[in-house]
């Protein structure tokens, strides 16, 4: 029932900007954490960024200082606004939540599909 669509992905220049969204929806009780990974052609997942319910938030170092998350708890909707992009930032970023869907119920890791982020010139 839970869902995480994100919108936003695109080509853009090198030292252009980028703000990806991703809507949650669904049975939620609780969304304890919301942010953003990512995978770059033929390597790992690594974390961009997190922010938690209450605000506090976590960065990977590679995007400390150009990356900003923000979250609106009201629309269950959590922001990446991406400035000064390089090539490296190249990836399919994906939208990640961790959530409760009701009272008693465990929470649970929901990703999204992925929206393709390329730099390039």
């Known amino acids: 029932q839970v869902q995480l669509v994100e919108s936003g992905g695109g080509l853009v220049q090198p030292g252009g900007s980028l703000r990806l969204s991703c809507v949650v929806s669904g049975s939620i009780f609780s969304i304890n954490v919301m942010g953003w990974y990512r995978q770059p052609p033929g390597k790992q997942r690594e974390l961009v960024a997190t922010i938690t319910t209450g605000g506090s938030t976590n960065y990977g170092d590679s995007v400390k200082g150009r990356f900003t998350i923000s979250r609106d708890n009201a629309k269950n909707t959590v922001y990446l606004q991406m400035n000064s992009l390089k090539p490296e930032d190249t990836a399919v970023y994906y939208c990640?939540?961790?959530?409760?869907?009701?009272?008693?119920?465990?929470?649970?890791?929901?990703w999204g599909q992925g929206t393709q982020v390329t730099v390039s010139s």
């Open positions: 990640y939540a961790q959530i409760r869907s009701s009272v008693g119920v465990a929470a649970r890791n929901y």
